[in-house]
């Protein structure tokens, strides 16, 4: 199959097959001595699939590419795969609570709040004023990471809603602008929550691949 082939069949676009190589996760076939297409076997499509089916589980691309490549081996025992869902359930679970008491410190705020007057009288106002008075989670002392992300193909102003809404969407992230003027990211994230290598491989599923700018 040539390339354009393999991302229909994989429900992928061409652009992140070839990230996919470039990161090492999928092996690029060589190119033919006589000339023409590069032609990918089937286990590629397979592979990729897979790929995408443990990143629906949770998993990172690269924890994905690790958790396939364990299991392809001759000796793979079951408890070898078990640990690393295990691991990423821990983790999971670490998140849901975090959310939760996020969840639990905005509903506090939305029921104090006044609804009329002016701002200054809002408990959520008050609560972005002084964010360390009403922190949601106790002891969090990590201190915020700030990741630029340089992306590819946005046009106009819808595709810079569409990035920005699934990057707001990850959990971890605090704060998020998109330019379209030069086409880059700047992200306020958690980083024992999300990485930055992780931010990137969010925004290959709405079609637009990022990589991360090292000032």
């Given at each position: 199959?040539t390339?354009?082939?393999?991302?229909?069949?994989?429900?992928?676009?061409?652009e992140?097959?070839r990230?996919?190589?470039?990161?090492?996760?999928?092996?690029?076939?060589?190119k033919p001595?006589?000339g023409?297409?590069?032609?990918?076997?089937?286990?590629?499509?397979?592979?990729?699939?897979?790929?995408?089916?443990?990143?629906?589980?949770?998993?990172?691309?690269?924890?994905?590419?690790t958790?396939?490549?364990?299991?392809?081996r001759?000796?793979?025992?079951?408890?070898s795969?078990?640990?690393?869902?295990?691991?990423?359930?821990?983790?999971?679970d670490?998140?849901?609570e975090e959310l939760?008491?996020?969840?639990?410190?905005l509903?506090?705020?939305?029921?104090?709040?006044?609804?009329?007057g002016?701002?200054?009288?809002c408990?959520?106002?008050?609560a972005?004023?002084?964010?360390a008075?009403?922190?949601?989670?106790?002891?969090?002392?990590?201190?915020?990471?700030?990741t630029?992300?340089?992306?590819e193909?946005?046009?106009?102003?819808?595709?810079?809603?569409?990035?920005?809404?699934a990057l707001e969407?990850?959990p971890?992230?605090?704060?998020?602008?998109?330019y379209?003027d030069n086409?880059?990211?700047?992200v306020?994230h958690?980083?024992?929550?999300?990485?930055p290598e992780?931010?990137?491989?969010t925004?290959?599923?709405?079609?637009y691949?990022?990589?991360?700018v090292?000032?």
């Amino acid at each position: 199959m040539t390339i354009g082939q393999t991302a229909r069949a994989a429900g992928v676009g061409v652009e992140t097959i070839r990230f996919y190589e470039r990161q090492g996760f999928i092996d690029r076939p060589p190119k033919p001595l006589g000339g023409g297409y590069r032609r990918y076997p089937s286990a590629t499509v397979e592979r990729i699939r897979l790929l995408r089916q443990a990143q629906g589980l949770g998993f990172s691309l690269r924890e994905a590419a690790t958790l396939l490549d364990l299991g392809s081996r001759p000796d793979a025992r079951a408890e070898s795969i078990r640990n690393q869902a295990v691991q990423k359930l821990a983790d999971v679970d670490r998140r849901l609570e975090e959310l939760g008491a996020i969840r639990g410190a905005l509903v506090e705020l939305l029921q104090t709040c006044p609804r009329e007057g002016p701002a200054s009288c809002c408990s959520v106002w008050q609560a972005l004023s002084q964010p360390a008075a009403h922190s949601p989670i106790e002891g969090n002392t990590t201190m915020p990471q700030h990741t630029r992300l340089a992306i590819e193909g946005m046009q106009c102003d819808g595709c810079v809603r569409v990035v920005q809404q699934a990057l707001e969407r990850e959990p971890g992230v605090q704060r998020c602008i998109v330019y379209l003027d030069n086409g880059q990211s700047e992200v306020t994230h958690d980083p024992d929550v999300v990485t930055p290598e992780r931010l990137a491989e969010t925004l290959l599923s709405t079609g637009y691949r990022a990589t991360v700018v090292s000032d």
